[in-house]
């Protein structure tokens, strides 16, 4: 069963950074198609940006030109690393297959206040 652990998140202003990491057990990271997502209160988990084999991106309208989302084959780990932050940006973040596939991890908190 592979598990999954996000860190990184925290507290910034509007206009802030943070970067999201993603560790995952076993060296799944390589080779699966692998992507960011959020859940922000009362609303449904949503796809935040996506990453291929082949490091071809895809990122949702609202992040787009400003959340970047990257890997590191040698230390099967991925990142999101999220540039002029909005407090809508404000929700829990998670990492997963494309598809879900394995086990949601605990999340990590990123709350950004206005």
């Known amino acids: 069963q592979v598990q999954l652990v996000e860190s990184g998140g925290g507290l910034a202003q509007a206009g802030g950074s943070l970067r999201l990491s993603c560790a995952a057990s076993?060296?799944?990271?390589?080779?699966?198609?692998m992507g960011w997502y959020r859940q922000a209160p009362g609303k449904q988990r949503e796809l935040v940006a996506t990453?291929?084999?082949?490091?071809?991106?895809y990122y949702a309208a609202s992040v787009k030109g400003r959340f970047t989302i990257s890997r590191d084959n040698d230390n099967n780990a991925m990142y999101l690393q999220m540039n002029n932050l909005k407090p809508e940006d404000t929700a829990v973040y998670y990492c997963n297959s494309r598809s879900a596939t394995f086990q949601w991890g605990p999340g990590t908190q990123v709350t950004v206040s206005s």
């Open positions: 076993g060296n799944v990271l390589t080779f699966t198609h």
């Open positions: 990453i291929t084999r082949g490091d071809n991106t």
